[in-house]
T-cell receptor, first 117, second 112 residues
């Protein structure tokens, strides 16, 4: 079974400051890892994903995340926050292809990012 | 592509009424997922299909909920009878396994 823990349900930063959203996962098999963003009254949009290969992955809007197997982490960062980054962010895990998971995702509880002027 | 399409976007109904939510996945995608999002429980997977066949419905909360996928381009989630605690945002997502899941805009359901 897989699980995802996002540390901090709310994170507040100033515009221009570093954004760090934490995600730890538990999986008995090699995982695929995802970050999604949800703006108010919208569906979830993929920010970035890790499947195999390079452990530092870059996504849209200047975000990136690093897969650290030894720490079972996949933290999301952005060097300089923008007002438009204010949203809720979800970390998710799925198993590598095989079996009957068909890309089923297990989501964390979400982190609401607030950006102050 | 138009993305995942859900209808209606908003639904307000009275307790006891039947509610049907609709989803059109992205063309060519072979897996479809129904989620429910609430403040209290977060994002929950209700059921998912692969090639129109239900694979896992263990997330469906009770027998009042049912889902069908009669063909590759259409799925429904039905609640009968509806209750106030069913109020939530319901999302549909699709993927071309093992690729990324793409989400629809959601249906906001309010049961009075």
């Amino acid at each position: 079974a897989q699980s995802v823990t996002q540390l901090g349900s709310h994170v507040s930063v100033s515009e221009g400051a570093l954004v760090l959203l934490r995600c730890n996962y538990s999986s008995s098999v090699p995982p695929y890892l995802f970050w999604y963003v949800q703006y108010p009254n919208q569906g979830l949009q993929l920010l970035l994903k890790y499947t195999t290969g390079a452990t530092l992955v870059k996504g849209i809007n200047g975000f990136e995340a690093e897969f650290k197997k030894s720490e079972t982490s996949f933290h999301l960062t952005k060097p300089s926050a923008h007002m438009s980054d204010a949203a809720e962010y979800f970390c998710a895990v799925s198993v590598v292809p095989g079996g009957t998971s068909y890309g089923k995702l297990t989501f964390g509880q979400g982190t609401i990012l607030t950006v102050h002027p | 592509d138009a993305g995942v399409i859900q209808s209606p976007r908003h639904e307000v109904t009275e307790m006891g009424q039947e509610v049907t939510l609709r989803c059109k996945p992205i063309s060519g995608h072979n897996s479809l997922f129904w989620y429910r999002q609430t403040m209290m429980r977060g994002l929950e997977l209700l059921i998912y299909f692969n090639n129109n066949v239900p694979i896992d419905d263990s997330g469906m909360p009770e027998d009042r909920f049912s889902a069908k996928m009669p063909n590759a381009s259409f799925s429904t989630l039905k609640i009968q009878p509806s209750e106030p605690r069913d109020s939530a945002v319901y999302f549909c997502a699709s993927n071309s396994y093992p690729d990324t899941q793409y989400f629809g805009p959601g249906t906001r359901l309010t049961v009075l």
